[in-house]
Each structure stands twice: as C-alpha cells, then as structure tokens.
C-alpha cells in the first residue's frame, strides 16, 4: 500500500471514522476511500484525488527505517541517522498537522458561513482559553526565536477543554 494511503488509514483509525466519514472529509467519493482502503488496493498510478491528498500532506510521506540488529556505527554515524530520523519524524508529524488545518478550516467555514445560534453552541463547548493557546502556538512555532520567547512568557497550558466548567464557575464565585 502507498505511505500516503497508510497514513489516511492511521488518521482515520485514530479519529474513529467510518470510510464514509472519511470520504466526506476529504470531499472524494465513498467508492474512492473504499478502493484506496479496501482489503486489497490496487497497485496503480496516483489518481487525480490521491494527488490532492498526496499535496495536502506535503508530498510523500516518509517511512522511518530501523538499523539493522548488530550494526555497529560511528558516533558522526549514529547522530546522522538520529537526526534523519528526527527529520522523518517532523515531516510526518507537519504532514498530519497539515492535514488536521485543512479540516479544521472546514469545520470552522461551517460555523463562519453558519447560523449565529451555531456560533452560540460553539462558544458554550469551547474554551476560549485553550483556543487561543493553541492559535498562538501555531503562530510561534514558525519563528524559532519567538517560539523560545513565546514558551518562557505563556502561563497558560492547554486542558483539552476540559476545565471551562470548573473554570467559569470559579469566576462566577469570585468576588474579588
């Protein structure tokens, strides 16, 4: 099976989609999911729909190669392959973040294009705190400096969401 397909397949076991989900997801026809993850893929040419795919992880995604038992290397050596390892390991972890962004970007267009009581839900699920936590750390990881500056100064650790409740009942309770 192609990487690309294997990693649709880790995304799509990992976030507990239905092939159907998938396929919405990605905006391809079910029948195209089903070829691409189906029991026996084809060994054929990337089609026009994989391609988009292939773009939207940022080309190929690479494989991570386990040296053979008993080699023995260099120091220079074993540094080489721990940072192509490392580098294999960043492109593929960008490659699934990219892909993330392109459906987060969809899920949010429904809630801009939406009704406002959508957007009312969405502000009661969601904390604001954590939204802006993560916004920010997208922001800052494309600057090295401002990263560094960025994780000394940020008091605020993301909780999954989790603690709005807490949160806002606290605020409510407090009086000074």
């Given at each position: ?59 190929a ?9 008993g ?34 970007e ?27 936590y ?8 494309t ?34």
């Amino acid at each position: 099976m192609h990487p690309l397909l294997e990693e649709l397949r880790r995304y799509a076991a990992e976030h507990q989609l239905s092939r159907r989900e998938l396929a919405a997801r990605l905006g391809v026809p079910y029948s195209t999911v089903k070829g691409w993850l189906g029991p026996r893929p084809k060994a054929r040419l990337l089609t026009a729909s994989e391609q988009r795919i292939q773009a939207l992880l940022g080309g190929a995604v690479p494989l991570l190669e386990a040296a053979p038992l008993g080699e023995e290397r260099a120091p220079a050596a074993r540094a080489t392959a721990a940072n192509a390892r490392l580098q294999a390991e960043a492109k593929r972890r960008a490659a699934k973040l990219k892909l993330l962004l392109v459906l987060l970007e969809d899920e949010l267009r429904w809630f801009r294009d939406g009704h406002p009581d959508g957007r009312a839900a969405y502000r009661a699920t969601l904390d604001p705190y954590d939204i802006g936590y993560l916004s920010s750390l997208l922001s800052m990881l494309t600057d090295e400096e401002k990263f560094q500056r960025w994780r000394v100064l940020t008091t605020h650790r993301f909780r999954s969401f989790r603690k709005r409740a807490r949160r806002d009942g606290a605020q409510g309770t407090n009086s000074g």
